[in-house]
Nanobody, 114 residues
C-alpha cells in the first residue's frame, strides 16, 4: 500500500489550493480516508475525514472552508482548501485505516503567508 500526497504550495492568505493523495494497493471505495496536518512545533491534528459511503466530517478550524472528496476512478482523495489562513500552514498528510492497519503518506507542505 502506498499513499503519495501532492499539490502543496505557497499561497497568500485568502487564496485556494487543492492537494491530492494518490493511493495504490487498496481501494478507497472500501476504506474511506482522512487528512491530517502538523504545523511547526505542534502536534499532528485531524483535519477532515470521508467514509467509504461518502460521509464527510470536518474539524472546527476548517469547517466551511475545506472540502474532502474521493475520485474513485483515480483512487485519489482530495482536499480543496479555500480562504486559506496563515494558521493553515502545515505539513498535510493523508491516512487510510483498514481493519488491521493504518497507512500514511509522507506529506505535502502548505504555506500560507503574504
Amino acid at each position: 500500500v502506498q499513499l503519495v500526497e501532492s499539490g502543496g504550495d505557497w499561497v497568500q492568505p485568502g487564496g485556494s489550493l487543492r492537494i491530492s493523495c494518490a493511493v495504490s494497493g487498496l481501494s478507497l471505495s472500501s476504506t474511506g480516508a482522512g487528512w491530517y496536518r502538523q504545523a511547526p512545533g505542534k502536534q499532528t491534528e485531524l483535519v477532515a475525514t470521508i467514509t467509504r459511503d461518502g460521509i464527510t466530517s470536518y474539524e472546527d478550524p476548517v469547517k466551511g472552508r475545506f472540502t474532502i472528496s474521493i475520485e474513485d476512478a483515480k483512487n485519489t482523495v482530495y482536499l480543496q482548501m479555500n480562504n486559506l489562513k496563515p494558521a493553515d500552514t502545515a505539513l498535510y498528510y493523508c491516512n487510510v485505516v483498514t481493519w488491521n492497519n493504518i497507512f500514511w503518506g509522507l506529506g505535502t507542505q502548505v504555506t500560507v503567508s503574504s
